[in-house]
């Protein structure tokens, strides 16, 4: 998932923008965006400038290999410009906007909750162009109502899968934990061997979400404060991020490695970061999820180019494609009962892999941005060393 830089950042740009003189984004219909036919046809010779998160190779690849072909069969240009933390695309919008810019340099962005939500009350998005994609018909209603608590309000079009997983190598650890209860045993037989990044670390801040969730808060937050002299260094410290914690795991230091990546332990697999007997596995509380958007700025250049890859990430074979344990092995955004014939035995041939998991339910719903922000607060008071 895109990463996002710190609560702090946020709170400052979201200042900024609420004082400053942004105006509200503007709608398709004063774009003339209506006519799906006219839209591709003047996307024809345009060149997309999609920002995202570059730090993951496989999604990398799946683009460059994917994607960027197809769109350049509907006459697009796609090209992609990585950045490690999302925040750093908000900010571009909303320095070219508030600068008078009309047609920034920025056309799309692989967006996270909060600074969708950033966006979205400083106006920054285009919007109600969502619902008009083609292929927006053979979405799984859940992907488009709410991001992290906000309504959508057709700003953002859902593209990926996202879900909170677990890994274990069966090797050390046939039988992981089905639930916290069994996560707190296992850490009070073997002091060290589990812990978790430091909020407000995205892979961190979801795990407790994900505690939050499945215990309800106060008790969660009891299981957190019992955990924390059983961990790793005996919980004076935390591992910095998802990228230290699978270091940990990969090296046999700590038992249990964890990601937003439903695909994460085949990508560690696939790496040599992880030994080909990690395993993934999901509590049986339930399983965190919310689906990746993109979104794009109301002054962006090539609007419809943006439109026209919009629609195209949602193309069945694309999503396929990704779905592919050869390739990502990420469930797909579409609603599989809406497919017919061609489109939905995609799916079907599909094989299984050791690596990735056939079911992620029941799922669990994603907090709003607002309870995010307190649960980290309440973790650095209450947890934090």
């Not at 109600?128 to 927006?136: I, R, S, V």
């Not at 053979?138 to 700003?155: K, R, Y």
């Amino acid at each position: 998932m895109p990463r996002a830089r710190s609560r702090l950042l946020a709170a400052v740009m979201l200042g900024a923008l609420l004082a400053g003189s942004c105006s509200q984004a503007p709608s398709r219909e004063s774009l003339g965006l209506g006519d799906w036919d006219a839209v591709v046809a003047a996307a024809q010779g345009q060149t997309v400038d999609w920002w995202l998160f570059g730090g993951d190779d496989r999604i990398n690849g799946y683009i460059d290999d994917h994607v960027v072909a197809a769109a350049a069969d509907l006459g697009v240009t796609l090209r992609r410009v990585p950045v490690s933390d999302t925040a750093d695309a908000v900010q571009q919008v909303l320095a070219e906007q508030e600068a008078g810019v009309a047609e920034g340099s920025v056309d799309l962005i692989w967006i996270n909750g909060e600074n969708f939500a950033i966006g979205k009350q400083a106006g920054l998005w285009l919007e109600d162009w969502a619902p008009t994609l083609p292929n927006a018909r053979l979405l799984d209603p859940s992907t488009i109502l709410e991001d992290f608590g906000v309504p959508i309000e057709g700003q953002e079009s859902p593209w990926s899968r996202a879900a909170f997983v677990f890994a274990h190598d069966a090797a050390r650890l046939p039988e992981p934990p089905a639930t916290f209860a069994d996560l707190l045993e296992h850490a009070r037989a073997n002091p060290g061997r589990v812990t978790y990044p430091a909020p407000p670390d995205f892979t961190g801040s979801a795990f407790v979400r994900q505690v939050v969730q499945a215990l309800g808060e106060d008790e969660a937050f009891e299981f957190l404060a019992e955990l924390r002299p059983l961990s790793w260094r005996g919980g004076t410290t935390f591992p910095a991020n998802e990228a230290e914690l699978n270091r940990l795991f990969g090296d046999g230091q700590v038992d249990i490695a964890m990601s937003y990546d439903p695909a994460f332990v085949a990508s560690g697999v696939a790496r040599g970061t992880f030994p080909a007997t990690a395993r993934p596995f999901v509590m049986d509380h339930g399983v965190l999820q919310n689906a990746s958007h993109v979104t794009i700025p109301g002054n962006a250049a090539d609007v419809e180019g943006a439109l026209v890859i919009a629609n195209l990430l949602l193309d069945p074979a694309l999503q396929a494609v990704k779905a592919d344990p050869a390739v990502l092995g990420v469930p797909t955004v579409l609603d599989l009962a809406r497919l017919e014939g061609s489109a939905r035995a995609l799916f079907d041939q599909l094989a299984s892999s050791p690596l990735l998991l056939v079911s992620l339910r029941p799922a669990l719903a994603e907090l709003p941005v607002d309870r995010v922000e307190a649960l980290e607060r309440r973790w650095r008071d209450e947890i934090l060393p």
